[in-house]
């Protein structure tokens, strides 16, 4: 029993401690309370400090944890000298959990800079595995999922934005965008414009809250449904890849035909697309994503 029980704390890190001198990452819910694992919240119990993007917001979920924790702001505009302030605890041998308002730091959150500014000081880095808005929304979307690109905010700035745009035209993997509600509409023209209006879109919305909504349509009906009704809430935008480029089309289709022929000699679908793949030198995954329908 006693193995067990140690096996059980080596697998899942029960009653490990925070180790000193490490900064943990860790994620709080992007709005079910009930998303908060017993990992997250022992860390948050076990850090000595925490630098937060807004400690009123984090205080919250303390309160609601039951943990008292000091805590230090970290955020967008003070990264430059938080991070450092931050450093110097961590090498003195403090241990510190990073956490945002809402979802995984350092995922268009603040951290990013933090975690590349503490590996290259050789403090050790833990991400403690938690929600993310990015990886809900594909996960639910309904889109091709086994090649996507996170692109996050778009840049605000009207050239950057569409030189982002125009580097995005021909792009095959699903691309993921967060937006806010008041820019939703706007960026869905724009999207329409760049892609073209039939291009299929997931609008994933609220994801998690209690008016969850997933609307799986296409850009120019986003587009000309969010003109008209004023968006509310958090989205991200699931958008599907280009179609396949004409000779890689023709290439998939001599593999789809080699999978069927294959199969009807017996093969599973599995084995068809990896001997299918092998002898015509084609992508195993895109095969099988094409086979099964994607
Ligand atoms: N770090 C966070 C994460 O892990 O998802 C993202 C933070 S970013 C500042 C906030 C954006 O994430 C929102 O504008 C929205 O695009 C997306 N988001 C966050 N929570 C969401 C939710 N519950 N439903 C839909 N989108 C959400």
Sequence with gaps: MRLYAIILRKLYGEG?????GTLYLVPTPIGNLGDISRRMAETLAQVDFIAAEDTRVTVKLLNHLGVKK????????????AGPAVLERLLAGACCALVTDAGTPAISDPGEELVALCAGAGVPVCAVPGPCALVTALSVSAQPTGRFTFEGFLPMNRKNRAARLEALRGEERTMVFYEAPHKLA?????????????RPVSLCRELTKLHEEVRRTTLGEAADWYGANEPRGEFVLVVRGAPPRAEEAACLEDGLALVDSLRG??????DAVRRAAGELGLPRNQ????????
């Design 16 to 20: 490990r401690g925070a180790v000193p």
């Design 70 to 81: 000091p805590m230090v702001a970290y955020h967008r505009h003070n990264a430059g000298t």
């Design 186 to 198: 706007a960026t869905l023209r724009t999207l329409a414009e760049v892609f073209g209006p039939e």
């Design 265 to 270: 000699e017996g093969l599973s679908l599995r």
């Design 287 to 294: 095969l099988y994503d094409a086979a099964v329908g994607k």
